[in-house]
């Protein structure tokens, strides 16, 4: 009997010494402890011996139970303390390592150019106006001397507002959403604050789409008006502009245009960066301009009757307009070469990230 107890008591404590989880060491717990377990299988024995015999083993007996138990408290105390330091291994925080950097976007590069164009323009007192992007026929033509039904806004494919199927009819004629930024002239005039210097930035919308045509887009408007204002300021406002965002060695020029609102009328060129306004390059024609030259957009003075609409004196004031294209403005600077200009607005990531 004293054997057998002894026997279990060595193979208990071997089994303790192995254990490593608290899974383990319940499973050893049941095993040699439990109500059902090999040492109160053995106590059972017992009962078997005679008084005296029962009494030495009873003794053993007692005895093995304590020293597995007390196996069994160390045991667990191992575990739960090498549970502990796992845990620490595990969440140390090494503070000085560095951190993930969170994904940050940026603006869209029209919204980049859009505040550059700005900060150019406030650099000589021009200031940034908004004016409705869905306007009446009234201010983007019939104010800006092109009346009713004029050939002339055939130019501007335009989208109607439609109400129920019909043309939508407001105070002040057709709703449509605004072809140019020209709008913004007479709307700003009627503000009654002279002398203006306004810069209307805004999007634009025609009947067009191509890799070179969006129909939305984003314009810029010049106004310029006071007491003396003439091609010269005209020509010097632009110079400086075409110097401070495509740089001081490209030359500009004017050439005779037509426009219903202004008389004179201008389409505003710049040299081409790749030629270098030579129009060829190792003597084969330039494959970006024509003849040397790249086409901004239009300008002018502004007519009489677009002064007279905005409720001033042609006799005493005069001014000059020009309106620009921003993505086209942007994608004739060097170094952003986008054949299709759609590409703009596809909201491909891969594209956008590179600006
Ligand atoms: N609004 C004209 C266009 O969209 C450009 C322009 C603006 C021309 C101002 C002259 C003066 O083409």
Redesign the pocket.
């Known amino acids: 009997m004293q054997d057998v107890l002894l026997q279990l008591q060595k193979e208990a404590l071997d089994v303790f010494l192995k254990v490593q989880t608290p899974e383990e060491l319940e499973a050893a717990r049941v095993e040699y402890l439990g109500r059902k377990g090999r040492l109160a299988e053995a106590m059972k024995d017992l009962a078997a011996l005679d008084v005296d015999a029962r009494r030495d083993a009873g003794k053993i007996a007692n005895d093995v139970k304590r020293t597995v138990e007390a196996s069994f408290a160390a045991t667990e105390a191992r575990i739960v303390e090498s549970a502990a330091e796992d845990r620490q291994a595990q969440e140390w925080l090494d503070v000085s390592l560095p951190g993930v950097v969170p994904a940050v976007g940026h603006l869209h590069l029209t919204t980049q150019a859009i505040d550059e164009i700005s900060d150019i323009f406030a650099h000589i007192g021009f200031v940034r106006s908004r004016h409705p992007e869905v306007d009446w026929d009234y201010y983007a033509f019939e104010s800006l001397n092109m009346p009713k039904e004029h050939p002339a806004r055939d130019e501007?494919e335009t989208f109607f507002a439609e109400d129920e199927g019909e043309i939508a009819l407001g105070e002040k004629g057709k709703i449509v959403l605004t072809?140019?930024?020209?709008n913004g002239q007479v709307r700003e005039m009627e503000k009654g604050v002279l002398p203006i210097r306004m810069i209307n930035i805004g999007k634009c919308y025609r009947r067009q789409a191509s890799a070179r045509h969006l129909p939305m887009f984003h314009?810029f408007?010049g106004l310029m008006v006071d007491t003396n204002v003439s091609v010269t300021e005209l020509k010097g406002v632009f110079d400086y502009f075409v110097k401070r965002y495509f740089g001081a060695n490209r030359e500009t020029r004017l050439r005779p245009y037509h426009?219903r609102?202004?008389e004179p009328?201008f389409e505003l060129d710049i040299s081409c960066a790749v030629c270098d306004g030579t129009g060829k390059v190792d003597g084969v024609k330039c494959k970006l301009c024509k003849g040397g030259w790249l086409e901004l957009?239009?300008?002018?003075m502004v007519h009489p009757n677009v002064l007279k609409a905005g409720g001033l004196d042609p006799d005493v004031y005069t001014g000059f307009?020009?309106?620009w294209g921003v993505e086209r403005t942007m994608m004739m600077r060097s170094g952003i070469n986008i054949d299709d200009i759609r590409t703009l607005y596809k909201n491909d990531l891969r594209f956008l990230s590179q600006f």
């Open positions: 501007w072809p140019h930024t020209s314009q408007e426009f609102f202004t009328s957009g239009g300008a002018g307009a020009f309106g």
